[in-house]
């Protein structure tokens, strides 16, 4: 979950860009001092809500919403919340897949998780694909927290549809700017071609559009594979949080992923 959180601040000021390394130059800082959480962070925060507190997903992710209605969500999903679309509007978008992370630190079984990434993505993001990408994140999620390689993650992925050989720059120039089968791929090869979370994240931001969003489901990925988000990335994202968001993250922190071996220092108590 924390690596959802850095990756969406990391990657937020690049979001749109095609390419950040022309402006970061050869040694890219991580951090900006404007970054700040979007969207991202706020529905993953929801969606820990929901597993800690038993909220219906419906009412945690509006919630969520109203508390914090300028951090740049998709147009579909302001009017579903805002109560102008009356049922799931069957999204095939990454918005499932960038807010999934939580559920594969709160169950100890795979299956498990993909329940209940399914139960927290279905209510915006039926359609099948949109599925597919929270399914994605969150079993690869598990896969690595629970001791899993790289090629069984990629294996688990290759078995929902996803072609991790393609050339992603291509790709990207065919597909729409935020769907899943555009970003998701995206995310999971900058998590399997490279070596820290830290390379993870940033080769996430280099692939250019959705920066936000790939950079947060590979942080998603690298932060349970590399076994937590390096102190100093977490020294500089814990202060852009809201007090509301803080305030979820650490309790789900104490009571999901401390007992499952995650130990996070400097969090606040």
Same mark, same amino acid.
């Given at each position: 979950?924390?690596?959802?959180?850095?990756?969406?601040?990391?990657?937020?000021?690049?979001?749109?860009?095609?390419?950040?390394?022309?402006?970061?130059?050869?040694?890219?800082?991580?951090?900006?001092?404007?970054?700040?959480?979007?969207?991202?962070?706020?529905?993953?925060?929801?969606?820990?809500?929901?597993?800690?507190?038993?909220?219906?997903?419906?009412?945690?992710?509006?919630?969520?919403?109203?508390?914090?209605?300028?951090?740049?969500?998709?147009?579909?999903?302001?009017?579903?919340?805002?109560?102008?679309?009356?049922?799931?509007?069957?999204?095939?978008?990454?918005?499932?897949?960038?807010?999934?992370?939580?559920?594969?630190?709160?169950?100890? !079984?795979?299956?498990?998780? &993909? +329940? $209940?990434?399914? /139960?927290?993505?279905?209510?915006?993001? @039926?359609?099948?694909?949109?599925? %597919?990408?929270?399914?994605?994140?969150?079993?690869?999620?598990?896969?690595?927290?629970?001791?899993?390689?790289?090629?069984?993650?990629?294996?688990?992925?290759?078995?929902?549809?996803? !072609?991790?050989?393609?050339? &992603? +720059? $291509?790709?990207? /120039?065919?597909?729409?700017?935020?769907? @899943?089968?555009?970003?998701?791929? %995206?995310?999971?090869?900058?998590?399997?071609?490279?070596?820290?979370?830290?390379?993870?994240?940033?080769?996430?931001?280099?692939?250019?559009?959705?920066?936000?969003?790939?950079?947060?489901?590979?942080?998603?990925?690298?932060? $349970?594979?590399? /076994?937590?988000?390096?102190?100093?990335?977490?020294?500089?994202?814990?202060?852009?949080?809201?007090?509301?968001?803080?305030?979820?993250?650490?309790?789900?922190?104490?009571?999901?992923?401390?007992?499952?071996?995650?130990?996070?220092?400097?969090?606040?108590?």
């Amino acid at each position: 979950m924390w690596g959802a959180i850095a990756g969406d601040i990391i990657g937020q000021p690049w979001e749109g860009n095609a390419s950040p390394s022309d402006a970061w130059g050869s040694r890219p800082p991580l951090v900006l001092r404007g970054s700040h959480f979007t969207d991202d962070t706020v529905l993953t925060v929801a969606v820990a809500k929901i597993l800690l507190d038993g909220d219906r997903p419906e009412d945690a992710l509006k919630a969520a919403w109203r508390a914090h209605p300028r951090a740049g969500y998709g147009f579909l999903f302001r009017k579903w919340c805002a109560g102008e679309l009356d049922r799931a509007y069957r999204s095939y978008g990454n918005g499932g897949a960038m807010r999934v992370s939580p559920t594969a630190w709160a169950f100890d !079984d795979i299956n498990e998780v &993909l +329940d $209940a990434a399914e /139960r927290v993505t279905i209510p915006t993001h @039926a359609h099948v694909r949109g599925l %597919a990408g929270a399914w994605a994140i969150a079993g690869a999620t598990y896969i690595a927290r629970v001791g899993g390689t790289k090629r069984e993650i990629a294996e688990f992925c290759e078995h929902l549809g996803y !072609d991790l050989i393609v050339d &992603l +720059d $291509a790709m990207h /120039r065919r597909e729409t700017f935020a769907t @899943a089968d555009a970003t998701v791929p %995206a995310a999971l090869r900058a998590f399997l071609d490279t070596d820290s979370f830290e390379s993870a994240v940033l080769e996430a931001v280099q692939y250019g559009g959705d920066t936000d969003t790939v950079a947060a489901m590979a942080g998603s990925i690298g932060e $349970a594979f590399y /076994r937590g988000v390096p102190n100093e990335i977490l020294e500089q994202v814990i202060p852009r949080l809201a007090p509301d968001l803080l305030e979820v993250a650490v309790r789900f922190t104490e009571t999901q992923m401390r007992p499952r071996g995650f130990y996070l220092d400097g969090l606040p108590r």
